[in-house]
């Protein structure tokens, strides 16, 4: 039998972590106030981190702080500080995802095991072993991977491997989404995502007719726990619950059925607490099996939050029943309970399919209006609400308070167990200063006191008196052992000179016991702070071999780049000649690369190549394999854009200028140092960057910079088709559709977004405004290369395009030529950058 995962439970508060570890994790993940992915959650401050770690450590569970979002440079300072906080807690791991946080840990924190978080963006096999090469303890997979491709790369890894299995799903991949940071500011690459898949929309095909409408972009919620036995065969290390932001109930309930599964695929004898139907009623937006096992319909269209277990629908009441008070604000709702369901005050419903108005029961009522406790299954009942229903709808109950009590009473019980067991051996003798010895374990204190036992006035202390003072230690954490003592014959101390004997021992003993738990934790130089100048002089330092060529440069024209997200024709790129370009990126995958770098090339062109963001382990073999065949023809191209981990580990060892794509969310100007180290000469800057956060870091980056400064902005892509795959005849065996697809989603506000499916079946959300930088980049005088991503833009566009950044924008009167207006663009985040 293989060997039963790791259960990894969420913990955003220290109430969370008792829950998780009643339910039986064997490791629970959790921030701080800073620099985690959920922002929104409550956290924990330092002093709860620092209990919260001692509590699991005695209860011999695993500790992962989660790092995991994009961190500016004026945040490094803070960061270097958490570290020093974090790094004498003696932690199994932290979850990681920005490039700059890396690169800091493994120079100067390199006690600390890695992990990547989902964020980091790693897509099948060759991601894995980039990892597993910069010495990270664990990667986590995808939640779009299939378990039988887990199963694969688990056999050619060393690093463990980390799915999730439990929770919410996003729409987008992650670490890949700029939905919320475009539309408000708030990034959830750096943990304060709005939600937005959880939104409204409506969604149009490309002749504008309207195709459906609804919770258009919400998955439904993963649920893994019907297939556990295959998933332990699969030998992946570390089963995820997602959940920080959600209650201890919740964490408790989840977990417990998630132990309880787990141990019993295992072929461990045991029984279920917690039931499918207890699962369902704790929190769900529907269940999925999810990508692991090639389900196609993954959204739920119907509603985006928690619409609990169908128990009934509405009635119409008899007229007696009716308020006839019209100035209520609350009227009686009839309720026709299905059978099997149960109603009680205090739970909570909701009302339809789509879930938006509900009501608690503060009342339970029969039609006629006897009041009462219990709804039973068959039975109509009535509750006041101030929200109408019409006959029919659907009643969800979405809380279950005798549950939810109960996951509560289970989930918080006392995690205290006793002490060490502790002896004290006592030295009393007349005229000599009294002494105390406290043994436990293989410790040993002794305590002599200032005073000395005297001759009695009245009555001599005996060895009862003395066992009554001595055993007190009640709330001290130990468990009272033996007691003896050699004590003359009548003596005399008071009790509070007794009890000074037993509170100064017990003193000393919690100081040894402490510096032994300190000793042991110690690994190197760990009580030794890193300080932030060595990182200031990183963070302010120019690489040497940018310096010169820097300088020359600042005040010369940029570099001007044309990206294709398709590839274009040759009578296309024909027309290119004479425009100024200085550079152009063709897509990898398309017709006749070779000739078009020929082609460009003879226009005295530079030719980059630009990989797929989303690579699996197929279209990495395919990509390894065209390659193969680019790299051993005549004419090879300049150097390659790429997406990803996995195409960075195939052509890290290749002799060619390697640039990093915006995927790989450059942030920080330690993410251009380790990009440096990796043998990457240039980076695409985060689109999330403000104007002043770009001039810092491009001024000293290790790299080049290159800035995008026209273009559609890709907000999400997306493994979850959108156009209704149901029907779709061109679907897969793994559910995904390749028939290219265009069309708009539109959001409550009106406001459209462009998407479309491509060849791969990935779907593709775009930015309703185009990126249009203008005078104000001029700026940012480090920045090497200004590039234009061309979508679908006329070669009458692109000439102007071309020649406005190529000559016109450095006309000191910085005015528009004829063919460039602002009407439909925006500059993104260049002016107020996110939160």
Request: glycine share 8%.
């Amino acid at each position: 039998m293989n060997k039963k995962p790791e259960l990894l439970a969420p913990a955003g508060t220290r109430e969370a972590v008792i829950a998780a570890i009643n339910g039986g994790a064997d490791a629970v993940y959790f921030g701080g106030k800073s620099f985690n992915a959920r922002r929104n959650a409550k956290n924990m401050t330092d002093e709860e981190i620092t209990e919260a770690v001692a509590l699991c450590q005695k209860h011999q569970v695993k500790v992962y702080i989660t790092l995991n979002i994009l961190i500016k440079n004026n945040e490094m300072s803070e960061l270097v500080n958490t570290l020093n906080f974090l790094k004498d807690l003696n932690l199994d791991g932290l979850i990681v995802q920005d490039i700059g946080l890396i690169y800091l840990i493994r120079h100067y924190f390199p006690e600390f095991k890695l992990q990547t978080s989902t964020q980091a963006s790693v897509y099948g096999l060759e991601g894995v072993l980039f990892f597993q090469e910069q010495g990270f303890s664990r990667v986590v997979l995808p939640r779009e991977m299939p378990l039988t491709q887990v199963a694969e790369i688990k056999k050619k890894v060393e690093v463990e491997l980390k799915i999730f299995s439990h929770g919410a799903l996003c729409y987008a991949y992650s670490g890949q989404c700029l939905m919320s940071s475009m539309i408000g500011g708030r990034s959830g690459n750096r943990g304060l995502c709005a939600q937005p898949c959880r939104k409204v929309y409506k969604l149009f095909d490309e002749g504008n007719r309207l195709i459906q409408e609804g919770y258009l972009l919400s998955p439904k919620d993963l649920n893994t726990l019907d297939d556990l036995e295959t998933i332990i065969a699969s030998e992946v290390d570390s089963l995820k619950i997602e959940g920080r932001m959600k209650t201890p109930e919740y964490v408790y309930g989840i977990t417990r059925a998630y132990r309880e599964a787990i141990d019993i695929a295992a072929g461990e004898t045991g029984e279920k607490t917690i039931d499918d139907q207890a699962v369902m009623q704790v929190f769900n937006r529907d269940f999925t099996r999810g990508h692991l096992f090639n389900e196609a319909a993954l959204l739920n269209a119907q509603v985006g939050k928690n619409r609990g277990v169908l128990i009934g629908q509405i009635v119409n009441l008899p007229k007696t029943a009716k308020n006839q008070n019209k100035k209520s604000a609350y009227q009686p709702l009839g309720i026709r309970l299905y059978e099997q369901a149960e109603l009680y005050v205090g739970d909570g419903l909701s009302f339809g399919e789509d879930g938006k108005s509900g009501a608690k029961v503060d009342a339970l009522f029969t039609p006629e209006g006897r009041r009462l406790e219990k709804g039973h299954g068959g039975e109509t009942v009535a509750i006041p609400s101030r929200y109408a229903a019409s006959p029919g709808t659907p009643i969800y109950k979405n809380f279950d308070k005798n549950l939810m009590d109960n996951l509560k009473q289970q989930g918080s019980q006392s995690l205290e167990q006793p002490g060490a067991t502790v002896n004290f051996k006592l030295l009393l003798k007349l005229g000599k200063p009294a002494e105390i010895v406290a043994v436990t374990q293989e410790y040993s204190v002794t305590y002599t006191a200032a005073f000395c036992p005297e001759v009695p006035l009245k009555n001599p202390i005996d060895e009862a008196m003395v066992r009554e003072q001595i055993s007190r230690i009640g709330g001290t954490g130990y468990e009272l052992g033996t007691i003896s003592m050699a004590l003359d014959d009548r003596i005399f101390l008071s009790r509070s000179q007794l009890n000074t004997l037993r509170k100064e021992v017990l003193l000393k003993l919690a100081e040894v016991l402490a510096d032994a738990q300190t000793n042991d934790k110690k690994i190197g130089n760990l009580d030794q702070s890193i300080t932030i100048v060595p990182l200031e002089q990183e963070l302010k330092g120019k690489s040497e071999r940018l310096e010169q060529q820097r300088s020359e440069q600042d005040n010369a024209p940029k570099r001007v780049s044309l990206a294709f997200e398709k590839m274009p024709d040759s009578l296309f790129l024909q027309r290119l000649d004479g425009l100024g370009l200085d550079q152009v990126v063709l897509p990898l995958f398309g017709e006749a690369v070779t000739d078009k770098i020929a082609l460009l090339k003879d226009l005295g062109v530079e030719v980059l190549l630009k990989t797929p963001k989303i690579m699996d382990d197929d279209l990495t073999q395919q990509t390894r394999r065209l390659l193969s065949r680019l790299l051993g023809a005549a004419m090879k191209p300049d150097g390659f854009l790429i997406g990803n981990y996995e195409a960075l580990h195939l052509l890290n060892n290749e002799n060619l200028y390697l640039e990093a794509d915006q995927s790989f969310n450059l942030f920080n100007t330690l993410a251009t140092r380790a990009l440096n180290e990796w043998g990457v000469g240039g980076g695409v800057l985060s689109p999330e960057l403000n104007e002043a956060e770009l001039v810092e870091m491009t001024i000293n980056s290790a790299i080049q910079t290159v800035l995008p400064v026209y273009g559609v902005q890709e907000l999400m892509v997306s493994k979850k088709c959108l156009f209704g795959c149901k029907s779709c005849p061109e679907k897969n065996k793994t559910g995904l559709c390749h028939q290219e697809m265009t069309g708009k989603l539109v959001d409550e506000r009106g406001f459209g977004f462009p998407a479309e499916r491509d060849a791969q079946g990935l779907i593709h959300i775009y930015n309703g405004d185009i990126l249009f930088l203008r005078e104000e980049i001029l700026a940012l005088k480090a920045v090497d290369t200004w590039r234009i991503n061309h979508r679908n833009e006329s070669m009458e566009k692109l000439r102007t395009l071309i020649g406005y950044y190529s000559q016109g924008i450095y006309d000191k009167h910085w005015g528009l030529p004829e063919g460039l207006g602002t009407e439909g663009t925006t500059r993104g985040s260049f002016k107020r950058g996110v939160k």
